[in-house]
């Protein structure tokens, strides 16, 4: 325990202790060990972060920068990033159990092409826009404003990338924010404040709180001095925040769940066909807002598909993810791989077949860890529980089908609209597919990119708004429109006759 790491709240450009006092541990699940604690943030803190937003954007510390000046800080921030990936890997994997392959290949990169890519996009924006429909000598023009003081609410999958989705549009564009980051997962948030702090970004610009998503994200979710909520994490939690945000208006976005379909086409090649379907339910252990685990396999597939996958998956490396080894660390927390394990039964009673694995893994160096099994369900239908419902686990439904247009209709039957696959060698095939499909984002032939140039955000229950590319930037901004007479005559219309 003597090196657990202690922090505080990062508020108005200092760490600041909690009000209560009271500390959260935050764990490494592969081992339930004690990494680091954290405040357990109250109303009194979150009132102190939003305050402190609401006084710096007022200032025009930040708000009244240029774009360019803004972004010039954004970049050193990128490049600090780099120059701490090392620590900021470290402690992104042994908290969320992301592989040390995976965060210091994909994560880092991710966080530097947002913060980088976001401000060179905010640069390219049009300053002003101008109407040129009416025939009349009128100046009437309309440019983009920050929102004010925004929050961004995040979950525990993807700590930083999620933040960084979020905390690099809200600041290219001149916004003040505040983030509460997941209670297992805070402290990479917590070290990126530090980070923009010294990077440039002024004092109370960036705030981090952290505390339980029930009262200190609560609170944040409907301080009457939040002007925006940015919010990942579950459908149930989503709607929970919309109700919250609705009393006083507040912009919302929404990055919620998903059951994404992957459909294999009868022209796949089966080696491909094989690497997507795994990739799709494995990666980060399925714990992926678009995981693809609702396969849909022409059934004469079915066997082969399954045979190759079993064959791959059972070369893999399950165990500690600071190993560079390993290709699947722990589910992130108990709950969650509660939360699996309970769907399995429900899959088993509601007559799925087990072809792949199906147990929590407890033997040696795992045994206190919160390891779970890659596991394939065959011959499911769409209908059953474990197959609609989301799992946020590594845990495959293998759907077969007779024809690609039932198919198609079984994938969108459902309340999500996050994401899909299809895999074929025939793209227009693939894109008439991808046409078809109910979600904001299909992967042909691939599956899990998410990129920061690129929109980002789910059809249905599965969201309100992107993130990611200049529609995230829009998203973080008010348009004013001024419209100046360029005549002596008021009554343009002639309305009063004056
Ligand atoms: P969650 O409850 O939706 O939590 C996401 C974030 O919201 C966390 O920071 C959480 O804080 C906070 N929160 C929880 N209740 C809140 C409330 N009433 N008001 C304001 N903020 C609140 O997600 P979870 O419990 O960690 O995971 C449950 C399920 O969410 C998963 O099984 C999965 O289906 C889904 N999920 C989706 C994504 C995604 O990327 N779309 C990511 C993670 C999880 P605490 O951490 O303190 O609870
Ligand atoms: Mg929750």
Redesign the pocket.
Known sequence: MSDVMKYEHFIDGSWVPGESHEMMDVINPANQEVVAQVPKGTKGDVDKAVGSARAAFESGVWSAKSVEERAQILFRAAAMCMGNKDKLCHLESITSGATIRRTTNADVAMLYMALSGTAATACNLPKVEHATMLPLPMHSYWKREPLGVCAG??????PLI?AILKIAPALAMGNSIVI??????PVTTLELAKILFDAGVPAGVFNVVT????S??????QHPQVDKVA????????R??AH?AADTVKRVTL????KSPLIILDDADMETATKMSMLAFMAHQG????SGTRLFVPRRMQDELISRMKAKISKMVIGDQMDPKTDMGPIT?A??LE?IKRYIEIGKKEGAEIVYGGKQLTDGSLKNGFFHEPTIFANCKNTMTHVKE????PVQCIIPYDDLDEAIAMANDTIYG?ASGVCSTNISKAEYVASKIHAGNVYINTYHVIRPDAPFGGFKQ??IGREGSYLSLYAYSEVKHVCANLTPVVDLFGMLGL
Do not use: R
């Open positions: 609410i995040t979950p525990w999958n993807f999620l509460k980051p997941a209670s297992c997962t505390g339980l998503g029930s200190a994200g609560n609170d944040l979710a919010f990942t994490g579950s459908t149930e939690v989503g929970q925040i919250l990055e919620l769940g998903g714990q992926i807002c678009v927390n709950g969650q939360t989301e799992i946020f686990g996050l599965s969201g």
